[in-house]
């Protein structure tokens, strides 16, 4: 949000709610879209991101100046002039998610990093994850088969494939589950 502040000139005069979610929307497509709708715009989530930016926590990068208009602070222009180099090209864009998917993703999350096949990766000790315990990693055994077992690996890779704290871990333990056998 702060980008697209900038982008209109908020720097020097305020930029309206909508210009803003029309320049936000610019800047990447679907990240501010209904979910059921996504070549519309919602102007709830431009006004909740924001928000969120004029918060303290979050480094006060806006303030609302009337009703539907915004200015950068000084740190908010700062952050600007930085930023905006760096995402020329940058593909920032992605598909609204429902509350139900975040929630999915929040859940399966602590899961796997509570599992024993994480604890066992994260202590050094790959070679010591069974068959059984990668399989539970993904949620499935030997009665799910065929293209739901795949549909159900493939989704955690998707989802999960490029965090941090697992990125060779998933690897190891789809091959694990795919092929039958430890590492």
């Known amino acids: 949000m702060t980008l697209a502040v900038f982008l209109l000139g908020g720097d ?12 936000a929307n610019e800047l990447a497509p679907g990240r501010f879209a209904w979910r059921k709708y996504p070549a519309q715009i919602n102007i709830k989530y431009v006004d909740d991101s924001l928000r969120d930016a004029k918060k303290s926590k979050n480094g006060t990068y806006v303030l609302k100046s009337n009703k539907d208009e915004w200015l950068l602070t000084e740190r908010g222009l700062a952050f600007a002039r930085e930023r905006i180099q760096t995402l020329q090209g940058v593909n920032v864009s992605r598909k609204p998610m429902a509350a139900k998917e975040r929630n999915w993703l929040r859940r399966e999350r602590v ?12 202590r050094g000790n790959p070679d010591t994850i069974s ?10 055994d030997a009665y799910v088969t065929g293209a739901a077992r795949e549909e159900k690996l493939l989704r955690v890779m998707n989802a999960f494939g490029d965090d941090i704290q697992r990125r060779p871990l998933i690897p190891l333990l789809e091959s694990m589950t795919t092929n039958g056998r430890n590492p």
């Open 131 to 140: 068959f059984q315990e990668a399989q539970s990693f993904f949620r499935v």
């Open 12 to 23: 020097t005069k305020p930029a309206d709610l909508e210009d803003i979610a029309m320049k």
């Open 111 to 122: 899961r796997m990093l509570s599992s024993e096949a994480f604890a066992k990766f994260s």
